[in-house]
Each structure stands twice: as structure tokens, then as C-alpha cells.
């Protein structure tokens, strides 16, 4: 099958589903048989110790459709989505988590929602099937989120997401972004939206991830943040906060300054003179850094234009 030929690409990372890949493969087949003939499946084996990474190259070898790869070691949800999304070759990329805990059949309800103009749908597990404390926490990260970006979505972090080939090519889901990936895409320009799924307990195999991935999500939050707010300019970040630093600190000082000339001493003031020159230092500290980071951004600008194009006259497709 030529790459142009395939419509529809399933990718599936995988930690240890063993016993979930038959009935994985089983739902997914007829669901994706219903959308189009030409589709495929990419199986991601994220290092599994047990037999997901035989019996998904048993799979891949037993049907055309299906391919898949195995990773050297566990790198992580986000390196198994990356590594399958840069390997699909649909004009339309689907990812599903392996536990069956989202329903394949509904893969056509988020391919409509594509149809109907957006870029990238994210599933919106509106009765979602999890322990309350994964509920509650899962809650609070997104009105977080809708909080600080202004993004009305009620579920970034849902593993069923379908998207166009152009959005999965501009995922770079290192680390902990995979939790973001709607943000992401709008950060792009893509237009982002979700649709409500239906969710289940996972049968079988145990979750890989509980509470105690908080603290790392919240640094994981600043970093994006940051990111979308400075991306190709993240010195000014650091500037405007030297700048900030460093002018108080210098107030504190001429102030001391002059209580020196008039009184030919800073009046018992050396807790303020204290705080004038730490704020002055890190001042000095802050915008340094921000210059720094100008200098290596403005390096890298020759690599990554910065910016996507929606369309050109003279490249339409
Ligand atoms: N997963 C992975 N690598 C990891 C952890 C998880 O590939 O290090 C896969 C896992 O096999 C599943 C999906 O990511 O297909 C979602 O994981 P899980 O069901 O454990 O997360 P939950 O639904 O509990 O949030
Ligand atoms: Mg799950």
C-alpha cells in the first residue's frame, strides 16, 4: 500500500497490555473496516516487560494493515504517541489508549467532528470511569488550564483524540506535553474542539498513572505556559522580571544613597540596604540570563520558523 493511500492511522502506545491487545485489535479492526478500507494500525510498544511487543509484531506480521515498533526501553506515554504519529501515513491520524477504556466504535463521531472543520477533536469523557481521586485531580487540571490559556475544553488529557496529518507533524510531545496536546494545536492555529465519548473501567492490566504524577504535571503546566507565552522570545521573560527586580532594588539603594549624604549614615536602615542590594543582584542575574536566552533563541530561529501556514496560493494540494 503507497503512503498516499491511506486515509486513516490508529496509534496505539502501549505499556505492558498483554492481555489487552486481542480485544484492542478485535474492537479496533471492525470500527476502523466500517470508516474506510484504507487504514492502518501502528502499535507502539513503550519497553513493555511482558509479551505486548512479541504479540503486536506477531499481529503486524499476521495482517498488512497492521504495523508496529517496539522501543528500547519505557521513554514514556508522550515518546510512544511521538514515535507512532511520525510514523503514520494517514491523511488523518486517530490515537487510542490500549485498555479499552474509550469505545473504537466511536472513532466516526470524532472523524465527523474533523469533517466538520476542526483540526483536532479531543474525546470528552464526561462520565468518566475512573477512581474519584483520578476525577477530581483531572478536574482541577483543566479549569486550570480553561483558567490561565482561555481554552473552553473540559478534557485535554484524553488518550482518544483524532487529528489531521498536519497536526500530528506538529506535535512535539517530549516529556510531559503529550498531557497537552489541544493546547498545542492551538497554540498552531489549528481550530481545536472535543466531542462527548463514553468511558469504561479498564478491564484489565493496571493503570500507569495515579496521583502521585502531580507535582511533575504542575512544573510540566509552567513550562507550556511559558512556552506559548515566550516561545520564539523567552528572554523577555526573564528580562521584564530582572528588570522589575533590579529597578526596586536600585530605588532601595539611591534612597539609601541619599539618607548617607544627608545624615552621613543609612539611619539603622541595613535590613532595606540588605534587601536593595539582593534585588539589584538578582536583577543583574535575571536580565543576564534573559539575554542568554535571546542569544540561543535567535540561533535556533534558523531551524524552526516559528510560525505554520493555513494556506499559499500556488501549493494547493
Ligand atoms: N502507556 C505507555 N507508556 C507509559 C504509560 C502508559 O505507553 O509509560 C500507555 C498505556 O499502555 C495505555 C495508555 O498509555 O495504552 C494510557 O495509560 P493508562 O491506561 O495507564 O492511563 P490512565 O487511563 O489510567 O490515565
Ligand atoms: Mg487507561
Not at 479531543?122 to 474519584?132: F, Q
Not at 503529550?178 to 468511558?199: M, T
Not at 540561533?299 to 496560493?313: A, L, M
Request: aromatic share 8%; proline share 3%; charged share 25%.
Amino acid at each position: 500500500m503507497s503512503a498516499a493511500a491511506i486515509d486513516l492511522s490508529l496509534v496505539v502506545p502501549m505499556f505492558n497490555e498483554e492481555d489487552n491487545l486481542t480485544a484492542l485489535l478485535a474492537d479496533c479492526l471492525p470500527a476502523l473496516e466500517r470508516v474506510t478500507a484504507r487504514f492502518e494500525i501502528v502499535l507502539v510498544d513503550d519497553g513493555s516487560t511482558d509479551r505486548t511487543a512479541e504479540q503486536a509484531r506477531r499481529a503486524a506480521l499476521a495482517d498488512p494493515r497492521i504495523r508496529a515498533l517496539s522501543l528500547r526501553r519505557r521513554f514514556g506515554k508522550g515518546a510512544a504517541l511521538a514515535a507512532g504519529l511520525a510514523r503514520a501515513r494517514g491523511a488523518r491520524v486517530v490515537t487510542i489508549d490500549a485498555d479499552l477504556q474509550e469505545d473504537p466504535a466511536q472513532i466516526g463521531l470524532l472523524l465527523a467532528a474533523l469533517d466538520e472543520g476542526l483540526d483536532l477533536v479531543s474525546g470528552w469523557r464526561r462520565h468518566r470511569a475512573d477512581p474519584l481521586s483520578k476525577r477530581i485531580s483531572s478536574r482541577l487540571f483543566n479549569a486550570l488550564l480553561r483558567l490561565v490559556t482561555g481554552l473552553e475544553l473540559r478534557d485535554v488529557n484524553c488518550g482518544f483524540k483524532a487529528m489531521t496529518r498536519d497536526v500530528a507533524g506538529d506535535l512535539n510531545l517530549l516529556g510531559g506535553r503529550f498531557r497537552f496536546i489541544p493546547l498545542l494545536a492551538h497554540w498552531w492555529g489549528y481550530r481545536v474542539g472535543e466531542r462527548e465519548i463514553s468511558h469504561r473501567p479498564r478491564r484489565r492490566g493496571v493503570s500507569r498513572f495515579g496521583n502521585e504524577r502531580f507535582p511533575g504535571v504542575l512544573i510540566d503546566l509552567l513550562t507550556m505556559l511559558c512556552l506559548i507565552r515566550f516561545h520564539s522570545r523567552p528572554g523577555h521573560l526573564f528580562v521584564a522580571a530582572g528588570a522589575v527586580s533590579g529597578i526596586a532594588g536600585f530605588g532601595i539603594c539611591a534612597y539609601l544613597t541619599a539618607l548617607f549624604i544627608q545624615f552621613g549614615n543609612v539611619q539603622h536602615r541595613h535590613p532595606l540596604l540588605a534587601l536593595g542590594v539582593l534585588l539589584l543582584i538578582i536583577g543583574v542575574q535575571l536580565v543576564a540570563t534573559g539575554f542568554l536566552g535571546e542569544w540561543l533563541a535567535y540561533e535556533r530561529r534558523g531551524q524552526e520558523p516559528g510560525y505554520r501556514v493555513r494556506w499559499e496560493t500556488g501549493r494547493e494540494e
